[in-house]
């Protein structure tokens, strides 16, 4: 028989368990860290904001802290910096070339390890192959396609118009790039160049540029193992020479180096009428210019071809389970098609996922704007962005063979040559 | 009390002795110890490598490269940056119309942090849109491609290294000028000594002190100062503005080898360290005419 | 002839001053104009604010200038205690090896702290300060030119003003505190300038050290937010370039004239 003493004492105790039950749910709160990079226009720094926002609110038992570390190269070494002093930091977005690098170092886990589901496995093969292949290393997946572009080629259609072009019909192959872009340059008075018939950026990420080159020219610049480079076959000699011929032979494109980052800038300014950029700025030319512009695969010469590009997500291998599954939660999540639509319809990256181009809110964006397709229609003729061991120092020897040759300091050959010997070096120990 | 004077003397200097130890000393020691190492692979312990990372250098086109662009910077900046400090002390210490709006101009470049500011000089600099391109266009000159030619990219760097240095240095400068003593100059225009006379026979013998000072502080500057690099040209194209400290940073930052950064490092250091001997020579003679 | 010369000199200084503040007037003229006349001068181009609002939003600029305000004030801070106190006892205080302390506290002054970033971001993580307010500072708290402006300021105090206080039993600190520190106003004054115009824009190093927004400083988010690879928006970079150096600006206007006499006060000729 219960005596109101003693019930009153089990109400309190009662009240006590419920009242520390809530302390603890509120500790089992998972917190995850993850550095992203930004190497586009446009404030994306707000779009992954506003998506880990939703995220949050889904899953109250999880806080993300979303920490923008600048270029993919400030991202990496700042996620890496972190783990290696100590500081929480479960998963990042970082250069999808960085993989044989990061599992040289011993920092990350692959997702086959982490899923366990058979519909978690079964998500790993929705995306787009072309985008899973620097993602994957010998059959295992390591990275998931998020900020992901190709090379596209923008082009303004008023332009063509002007010099009798058909604006519905950008090149198709090298000669036509040559051709056509002889006809849309324009100079001044005093022979000075006022308008270029096209822009191919080589400062910043040359050998993303290259790498398109070399693959519309048939050839690939590594293996998957990322422990041989093929920088001096003759495909990828004849496709310097084109690229360098653009500028000192058919005089469509400035010689010298061209920026990067201020390219944006020259094409939306009208000082030149094509440009070979990511597709991940695409929003960002849509919203600021001010002519008709249309956006092309970038032209053939044995076939289309682009390397991909950008970010995938990357799960490191210091933390506890709870993290891990909190971790892949939000990796699902923000690569589900709902949010990858969202996310490309507000960059211009791609939406990863075969599923994301069927969502409504895309395919009423395609509708409307279809340059939004080109890259993914383009990902058929798509290759695997150059990705090694000790990928800096590899990606920096090519860059400064191609830079060479643009400047007329050597000649395709003998550049590609010695970058071709040194990366060998490098490579040898792998 | 006079036996523990020593003692007082060594407390006092403790925490600044400490910290110089913890954070110039002891790590340009172990900076020649790491480079003496090959890069850790993942978890596993650095493996000695004897001079090897040496040897790689010795081989490296990157560092001489960056080496003899690091020269020419030093070479080109630090005179130029002083002469044009000279030059503006004198404007602005003699009786020049709007005097103190030419000071605060002169000086601006100080307070601009370089990171910044670079950006803008990017738009300077740009080839197709940008300004200095375009005053070029008013006269008829075709454009340049400043920061895309290899040959001149670095001159483009130094051109903004100097702009940024030298109204710092003016200061200096400036405060020399107004601290001398008038009496000498009136005598020597009482004499009726040239104005250039004077300044060569007066001025620049007096702010030699100065000179001195602002000349250690050009060389060391034209060492450390590769902020703008980092947005303007990244050291290209072809490592044609590469300078040593970038290079250092790369190796570290973006290759992960710290033991290669160390090995350039130790390059750095003794040249600085060469450069600092040198001074001390000078400088002491300074200290004891005191 | 002389009023040409003089004619001659006046306008190159002119032009050169133009010139000199030709990147601030830039920045005045990207980021209060549409963008569209980023790259276009045009007289009646009409005014706007929203570049401001857009740099605003796009960073976190309060939270930057905060840590650029404790990095600066915290180097400061131990800069003014460490170099005082060394200062003085290289200055007043015989000892034995004052010589060997005094060249090995000069050699930082050809050896800085930007050189060794490799092996002091290694001391740091070792000490789990990465990502730290301190960490930032740590490496510049000890400033050989602050001591050896102090050691030179506190050599031209005459020695009887010291004897005379000690006789009246003030201790060396409190002779240090009371005679020295208030005589070397001036000293203190541009070295405190010279140092938080230094720290207020320096870069490597705490791009280097911060990974997080809670330490880095503003140069180091205006170089993220800034960098070119992700295609230059001049008119917003503009903005908040002037955003970021506001404060300093201002405290160089206010000060500009002190400045300068303290500069000559200093010793530092």
């Known amino acids: 028989m219960l005596d109101k003493g003693k019930l009153h004492k089990g109400k309190r105790l009662l009240a006590i368990a419920v009242t520390s039950l809530a302390a603890t749910a509120a500790q089992a709160q998972t917190e995850l860290t993850m550095y992203y990079p930004v190497s586009v226009g446009g404030p994306l720094t707000q779009v992954v904001d506003g998506m880990i926002e939703q995220f949050e609110q889904q899953n109250p038992d999880i806080d993300v802290n979303a920490i923008y570390a600048g270029n993919y190269n400030d991202a990496r070494m700042k996620a890496l910096a972190a783990l290696k002093s100590g500081e929480p930091a479960q998963l990042s977005v970082m250069f999808s070339i960085d993989v044989h690098e990061l599992k040289d170092l011993d920092a990350i886990v692959s997702f086959d390890d982490v899923v366990e589901t058979d519909e978690e496995r079964q998500w790993l093969d929705s995306f787009y192959p072309a985008l899973m292949e620097n993602g994957k290393v010998d059959g295992t997946t390591w990275g998931i396609p998020f900020q992901r572009s190709t090379i596209v080629m923008y082009y303004n259609k008023d332009m063509f118009r002007e010099a009798g072009l058909d604006p519905e019909h950008p090149p198709q192959n090298w000669d036509e790039l040559a051709e056509m872009g002889q006809k849309l340059v324009k100079k001044d008075a005093d022979g000075n160049v006022e308008r270029w018939g096209a822009m191919i950026p080589s400062t910043g990420y040359p050998y993303w540029m290259f790498g398109a080159l070399a693959k519309q020219n048939g050839a690939d610049l590594m293996n998957s193992a990322g422990n041989e480079t093929y920088f001096n076959k003759p495909e990828m000699v004849e496709a310097l020479q084109y690229w360098k011929d653009l500028g000192s032979k058919y005089n469509v494109m400035p010689e010298g180096t061209i920026e990067w980052g201020t390219l944006r800038q020259n094409f939306l300014e009208g000082k030149t009428a094509m440009m070979w950029h990511s597709t991940g700025n695409l929003t960002a030319v849509k919203n600021a210019a001010d002519f008709d512009f249309g956006v092309a695969f970038l032209p053939a010469h044995k076939n289309f071809g682009s390397p991909t590009g950008g970010g995938n997500f990357y799960l490191f291998k210091d933390a506890t389970p709870d993290e891990r599954r909190a971790a892949l939660k939000l990796v699902r999540f923000m690569t589900s098609p709902e949010q990858a639509a969202l996310w490309s319809k507000d960059t211009g990256y791609m939406g990863v996922s075969p599923a994301a181009y069927e969502t409504d809110i895309l395919k009423q964006y395609v509708a409307e704007f279809p340059p939004a397709a080109v890259a993914r229609d383009q990902l058929e003729y798509a290759t695997a962005e150059l990705s090694t061991h000790q990928s800096g120092r590899v990606r920096k020897l090519l860059d400064d063979a191609i830079q060479s040759v643009l400047n007329g300091q050597a000649e395709p050959q003998e550049a590609l040559d010695s970058a071709q010997n040194q990366a060998k070096r490098i490579l040898s120990r792998y | 009390m006079k036996r523990l004077s020593w003692l007082h003397a060594w407390l006092m200097l403790l925490p600044a002795l400490a910290m110089l130890m913890a954070f110039t000393h002891i790590p340009a020691l172990t900076t020649i110890w790491h480079s003496l190492f090959y890069p850790a692979r993942g978890s596993e312990p650095e493996e000695f490598a004897g001079l090897d990372n040496y040897r790689m250098m010795l081989d490296d086109d990157v560092f001489w490269q960056a080496l003899n662009n690091n020269l020419w910077y030093a070479l080109v900046t630090v005179p130029a940056s002083m002469v044009l400090a000279l030059a503006m002390a004198l404007w602005v210490n003699g009786k020049i119309r709007g005097r103190s709006a030419l000071r605060l101009a002169y000086f601006t470049p100080t307070m601009l942090p370089m990171i910044a500011v670079a950006n803008i000089w990017l738009f300077f600099y740009s080839p197709e849109i940008g300004l200095f391109n375009k005053v070029l266009g008013w006269f008829g000159v075709a454009g340049i491609n400043w920061l895309g030619d290899t040959d001149w990219a670095l001159p483009s760097l130094m051109l903004m290294t100097i702009w940024k240095e030298a109204g710092f240095f003016m200061i200096f400068y400036l405060a020399a000028l107004q601290a001398l003593d008038r009496d000498i100059y009136d005598a020597a225009a009482l004499e009726g000594a040239s104005r250039w006379y004077r300044f060569r026979r007066l001025t620049l013998p007096l702010l030699m002190p100065t000179t001195l000072f602002v000349l250690v502080n050009a060389v060391l500057n034209a060492f450390k100062l590769v902020d703008h690099l980092f947005i303007l040209t990244k050291g290209g194209p072809n490592n044609a503005s590469n300078l040593l400290l970038y290079y250092i940073y790369e190796n570290a930052f973006s290759f992960f080898d710290a033991n290669y950064a160390a090995t350039l490092t130790v390059v750095l250091l003794a040249m600085l360290i060469l450069l600092a001997l040198l001074q001390f020579g000078v400088l002491e003679r300074r200290i004891h005419y005191r | ?269």
């Open chain 3, 1 to 269: 002839m002389a009023r040409f010369t003089h004619a001659l000199s006046t306008s190159a200084a002119w032009l050169l001053g133009l010139l000199w503040i030709l990147p601030l007037l830039y920045a005045f003229w990207a980021s209060t104009h549409p963008a569209e006349y980023a790259t276009r001068f045009d007289l009646f181009a009409p005014l706007t604010g929203e570049h401001f609002v857009t740099a605003w939003n796009q960073a976190p600029f309060m939270r930057y200038m905060l840590n650029t305000v404790i990095i600066t004030g915290l180097i400061l801070t131990f800069q003014l205690i460490l170099c005082t106190l060394a200062g003085y006892a290289l200055a007043r205080m015989p000892f034995r090896g004052r010589g060997l302390v005094f060249a090995l506290v000069l050699l930082q002054l050809m050896v800085m702290p930007e050189i060794l970033i490799v092996e002091n971001y290694r001391t740091l993580s070792m000490i789990d300060l990465i990502d730290t307010h301190i960490g930032v500072g740590l490496p510049y708290m000890a400033s050989a030119f602050g001591i050896f402006l102090l050691r030179q300021t506190f050599k031209t105090v005459p020695q009887e003003l010291e004897d005379v206080a000690r006789l009246e039993g003030c201790s060396r600190l409190g002779v240090l505190w009371k005679v020295y520190v208030p005589l070397a106003k001036p000293t203190y004054l541009a070295y405190g300038l010279v140092s938080i115009s230094h720290h207020w824009n320096n870069f490597l190093w705490p791009l280097v050290v911060t990974n997080t927004e809670s330490s880095r400083p503003l140069t180091v988010g205006m170089a993220i937010f800034g960098a070119p690879e992700s295609g230059v928006d001049w008119p917003v970079i503009c903005a908040g370039t002037l955003i970021a150096i506001g404060p300093l600006l201002a405290i160089f206007l206010l000060f500009q004239r002190r400045f300068v006499q303290s500069f000559m006060y200093a010793g530092l000729k």
